[in-house]
């Protein structure tokens, strides 16, 4: 059983460029989240889906997209990569109802230079 | 709006030592409230959970007890060892996850 997966691990972005980070969950899962976690300041919420097909904004959203097209992924975007989104980004995903313990991928620590 | 408080670190303590992570929270409603653990260079676990006042969630010989009437729920371990070392994250969840800042914690041996 793989839980929660991210890809890629590591990057290295050049300021302006774009890329797309993808988390997928096989525990068939209705929510799913995305975090960015920063030094002192724990983790906060940048976009989360309650279902297929749905999005919406969390804590820190500018800068980012996000879609979910098919129940087990959950894209997050960055159109314009800048140095203030340096950071190390988690998915997780949860069960039917929001309250449900979380399960959280490995994460992907993005550099921009 | 919901947050988490937890006890600045770091935190370095001797083997077998008694370890006391203190957390508070406020919230408007009736939230769970968590604990998780991130081993260095990995992502979160769980460590243990309560869902509702005066509940005790216990994992791998770490507690924590859901106390509404002081608003805390603080994490305790009686003899901690040096793979211990972590940093430990408490966080309620409402309808979404909030999340303290995190308490780095090393166990020497």
């Known amino acids: 059983n793989a839980g929660v997966t991210q890809t890629p691990k590591f990057r290295v972005l050049k300021t302006g460029q774009s890329m797309t980070l993808l988390c997928a969950q096989d525990?068939?899962?209705?929510?799913m989240y995305w975090y960015r976690q920063d030094p002192g300041m724990g983790l906060r919420l940048i976009h989360y889906?309650?279902?297929?097909?749905?999005?919406a904004k969390g804590e820190v959203p500018d800068g980012y997209n996000v879609s979910r097209l098919k129940k087990q992924n959950f894209l997050l975007g960055l159109e314009s990569a800048a140095p203030s989104q340096t950071s190390v980004y988690f998915c997780?995903?949860?069960?039917?109802?929001?309250?449900?313990?979380?399960?959280f991928g490995p994460g992907t620590r993005l550099t921009v230079l | 709006g919901n947050s988490v408080t937890q006890m600045e670190g770091p935190v370095t303590l001797s083997e077998e030592a008694f370890l006391t992570i203190n957390c508070t929270y406020t919230?408007?409603?009736?939230?769970?409230l968590f604990w998780y653990v991130q081993y260095p260079g990995e992502g979160l676990q769980l460590l243990l959970k309560?869902?509702?006042?005066?509940d005790k969630g216990s994992n791998k010989g770490f507690e924590a007890t859901y106390r509404k009437e002081t608003t805390s729920f603080h994490l305790e371990k009686g003899s901690v060892q040096v793979s211990d070392s972590a940093v430990y994250f408490c966080?309620?969840?409402?309808?979404?996850?909030?999340f303290g800042a995190g308490t780095t914690v090393t166990v020497r041996a």
């Open positions: 309560a869902t509702k006042a005066d």
């Open positions: 889906s309650v279902g297929e097909g749905t999005t």
């Open positions: 966080a309620l969840n409402d309808y979404k996850l909030s």
């Open positions: 525990m068939n899962h209705e929510y």
């Open positions: 919230a408007t409603g009736y939230p769970s």
């Open positions: 997780a995903s949860s069960g039917q109802y929001s309250t449900d313990t979380q399960y």
